[in-house]
């Protein structure tokens, strides 16, 4: 913590004191809502699950409380090459560990937005080829369960920006399955806040891994990051219309 713009920080201290498990944001920025509350995206990644939460805080990160994003799990089912699974094929654990890699089934590493004061809304990565989505009409209190949208994933990271209104700007790879290539890199807008979507911009579309991409908005612009071929962060900087 630092009172005096980070020039000086104070020593660290755990999120929530004695609990051991992921907290706070994952991957995604915190967002503060109209109320003055923040809510973390957050998600538990182990060998056995994938679940996604929100950690919510109303005294500015002194304390916390979690809430659990619903999703039905899906029982193991055998390998669907021509399918969602069919990335695997080109991993590594498709010889070595695949009982554990089908233990994997769920969502993660939720990017948030307020539409409405109130309305509350996620996209999150996911094992089943597509974003998923869940919302809340209670600032974050409760969720609805995470539900499929139109958008493909090939589990990989994502991040949005929220413009005001309806406005959405995400930055994903728009690639369906499953542990598939991480190329192209893209951004994708919407103007019914996640209802439809239209490609915008294709930022990098070599073959490679570009992703765990972070997008932010200020001074009328877009900034967007993202991993290259994991050996360097690429940086763009682009006007919005």
């Given at each position: 913590?630092?009172a005096d713009g980070g020039a000086t920080w104070s020593a660290p201290l755990p999120l929530v004191p004695g609990d051991r498990s992921p907290r706070g944001p994952v991957r995604n920025k915190l967002l503060v809502l109209s109320t003055g509350a923040w809510l973390a995206g957050a998600s538990i990644e182990t060998a056995r699950l994938w679940d996604?939460?929100?950690?919510?805080?109303?005294?500015?990160?002194?304390?916390?409380?979690?809430?659990?994003?619903?999703?039905?799990?899906?029982?193991?089912?055998?390998?669907?090459?021509?399918?969602?699974?069919?990335?695997?094929?080109?991993?590594?654990?498709?010889?070595?560990?695949?009982?554990?890699?089908?233990?994997?089934?769920?969502?993660?590493?939720?990017?948030?937005?307020?539409?409405?004061?109130?309305?509350?809304?996620?996209?999150?990565?996911?094992?089943?080829?597509?974003?998923?989505?869940?919302?809340?009409?209670?600032?974050?209190?409760?969720?609805?369960?995470?539900?499929?949208?139109?958008?493909?994933?090939?589990?990989?990271?994502?991040?949005?920006?929220?413009?005001?209104?309806?406005?959405?700007?995400?930055?994903?790879?728009?690639?369906?399955?499953?542990?598939?290539?991480?190329?192209?890199?893209?951004?994708?807008?919407?103007?019914?806040?996640?209802?439809?979507?239209?490609?915008?911009?294709?930022?990098?579309?070599?073959?490679?891994?570009?992703?765990?991409?972070?997008?932010?908005?200020?001074?009328?612009?877009?900034?967007?990051?993202?991993?290259?071929?994991?050996?360097?962060?690429?940086?763009?900087?682009?006007?919005?219309?």
């Amino acid at each position: 913590m630092s009172a005096d713009g980070g020039a000086t920080w104070s020593a660290p201290l755990p999120l929530v004191p004695g609990d051991r498990s992921p907290r706070g944001p994952v991957r995604n920025k915190l967002l503060v809502l109209s109320t003055g509350a923040w809510l973390a995206g957050a998600s538990i990644e182990t060998a056995r699950l994938w679940d996604a939460f929100v950690d919510c805080s109303a005294d500015g990160g002194v304390t916390w409380r979690r809430v659990d994003v619903p999703l039905e799990h899906r029982p193991e089912a055998p390998p669907d090459p021509a399918g969602v699974w069919h990335g695997l094929r080109e991993n590594a654990l498709w010889e070595t560990d695949l009982d554990r890699v089908f233990r994997w089934d769920g969502v993660i590493q939720p990017t948030l937005w307020e539409s409405v004061p109130g309305d509350v809304h996620m996209l999150l990565r996911s094992t089943r080829g597509r974003v998923y989505r869940s919302d809340s009409h209670d600032g974050g209190a409760t969720w609805c369960a995470a539900y499929a949208t139109s958008l493909p994933n090939n589990n990989s990271g994502l991040d949005l920006v929220h413009l005001g209104g309806g406005h959405l700007v995400l930055a994903h790879n728009p690639v369906e399955g499953n542990w598939t290539r991480r190329t192209p890199i893209s951004l994708t807008g919407s103007t019914d806040n996640g209802e439809t979507w239209s490609r915008l911009l294709d930022l990098e579309t070599d073959e490679g891994e570009f992703s765990y991409p972070a997008i932010i908005a200020a001074g009328g612009r877009l900034h967007v990051t993202y991993t290259w071929n994991r050996k360097n962060i690429v940086y763009h900087k682009l006007r919005l219309a």
